[in-house]
């Protein structure tokens, strides 16, 4: 037990994988790997490093490789050590939890996040909670969560974890209007638009709530998730948080490579073979971009 003031989190992964079809047919998205651990690993690992002890997995059909991963592979890991592989033992003994730490409630039907939480409802109970969206990664210095939780002890209320909104690409989770109040904190108000005076900040799949929101998701529907906070928030106060990290959104095949990038050159063991790599490919790019400015002059001439 920590004396963290969130000790649970809730971690939806119901949703269908439609983006990464054929590969998500068989392979959950949130399995799917950044460097050599699957997405999920990486959320856990987060909420437990923020000194949350009690996960809760909201699962869908085709999820139970999920569960699967988290439990003890008591075969895999004789083997491992019969031949004297210390390092691989490691890295699966360390993708183990204790019993008891994560539990799995099911989602019947892939309603959006909103009904997700709320399937979670009697495992929150009347505690504040954080939510952490598996598919959207944030690589920072001090956990987002663990940031986050430090200021919820300053504010109370609900926050969500916010990056600056571009016009140029959608927001997933939509967009919320937000003043700032110090470096990091913002006072937030209204969700889903583009308003004058303030800034503009996308969700970032990361929140904390009061347990008095879950009353009101069960009835949200699949709907933006910016609106549904906006109207189930009311009056019990949102603040938004201006994240210290690099946000990944890994639900399309671009995030998930960007992700990969910046994770594998933050790997001292491969860093530099991956730096090679990028200047063999930067030099190949080069090479194809310079034949096609000549290409068509020589069309031309000929």
Sequence with gaps: MTNSI????????????MRFLPAAKAVPKEMLPLVDQPLIQYAVEEARAAGIDEIVIVTGRGKGTIE????????LEDTLRRAGKRGALAAVESSGV??????????????????????ARHFVGDEPFAVVMPDEVI????PC????IEAYAQVG????????????????HGVIAARRRDDRLLAAAGAD????GGGRWAIAGRCIFEPAILDCLGTAGDRPFADVIARCVDDRGLHAYAFAGRYFDCSDALGLFEANLAYTLARADLAPAARNLLSRYARIAGAVNRLRLVEPAALQAS
């Design 6 to 17: 969130v000790r649970r989190a809730v971690i939806p992964v119901g949703a269908l994988d």
């Design 68 to 75: 699967d991963h988290f439990d003890c592979a008591t075969e």
């Design 98 to 119: 204790g019993s008891g730490t994560i539990a799995y409630i099911r989602q019947v039907e892939p309603l959006g996040v909103a009904h997700a939480l709320w399937c």
């Design 139 to 142: 690589q920072a210095k001090t």
């Design 145 to 148: 969560l663990a940031q986050m």
């Design 157 to 172: 209320g609900n926050l969500v974890a916010v990056t600056p909104a571009a016009r140029s690409r959608t927001a997933r």
């Design 193 to 196: 638009g583009w308003p004058e």
